[in-house]
C-alpha cells in the first residue's frame, strides 16, 4: 500500500474519531474494505474495546483493533490458522510497545508523562498493519 493510501486511511479513521468512535473502531473501520467486511460491522466488532478493553484502561483499542484485522486477514479459518495470526499479532504487537516505550495499556499510554494522543495511537496502529501486511505479501 503506498503511503498515500496509508494517510488517507489514517486520515478517515481520525475524521471517524471525530464523529465518537473509539480508537479501535477508528482502526477497524478504516482497514474495512482491505479486510473484506463493511464498515458497520468494524464498527460492531470493535465496539467493547474503546479506553483501554472496555473502559478498563487495559490493553489500548488500538492495538487490539490490530489482532482483529490480523484474525480477519488471515484467509484460512481452521484451527490451524489461529497459529499464524496469534504470530503476526505478537509482531505488530511488540512494535507497538517499541514504538510507546513499552507502554500497550491505554492507562499507560495516557498517563502523566509523555501522553500519546488518541489520533497518533490510531495513526500508528494504521501503520504498523499496513507495514506489516506489506511485508507478509512481499515474503509470501
Do not use: W
Not at 465518537?20 to 473502531?25: I, L, S, T, W
Not at 489500548?60 to 495470526?85: H, M, R, V
Not at 492507562?107 to 489520533?119: A, I, W, Y
Request: net charge negative; aromatic share 6%.
Amino acid at each position: 500500500m503506498s503511503e498515500a493510501e496509508t494517510a488517507s486511511r489514517q486520515d478517515y479513521a481520525i475524521e471517524q474519531r471525530g464523529k465518537g468512535y473509539n480508537c479501535a473502531q477508528c482502526v477497524l473501520m478504516s482497514l474495512a474494505d482491505k479486510l473484506g467486511i463493511d464498515e458497520a460491522l468494524a464498527a460492531k466488532l470493535t465496539a467493547a474495546f474503546g479506553s483501554g478493553f472496555a473502559a478498563s484502561g487495559e490493553i489500548c483499542g488500538a492495538l487490539s483493533a490490530l489482532g482483529i484485522a490480523e484474525g480477519l486477514a488471515e484467509n484460512d479459518s481452521t484451527p490451524q490458522a489461529k497459529l499464524k495470526a496469534m504470530k503476526a499479532t505478537h509482531t505488530m504487537f511488540e512494535r507497538f510497545k517499541d514504538e510507546n516505550d513499552g507502554r500497550f495499556r491505554c492507562r499507560d499510554l495516557k498517563g502523566k508523562e509523555d501522553t500519546r494522543s488518541c489520533p497518533d495511537l490510531i495513526r500508528q496502529a494504521i501503520a504498523i498493519f499496513v507495514n506489516h501486511d506489506d511485508m507478509v505479501r512481499h515474503e509470501g
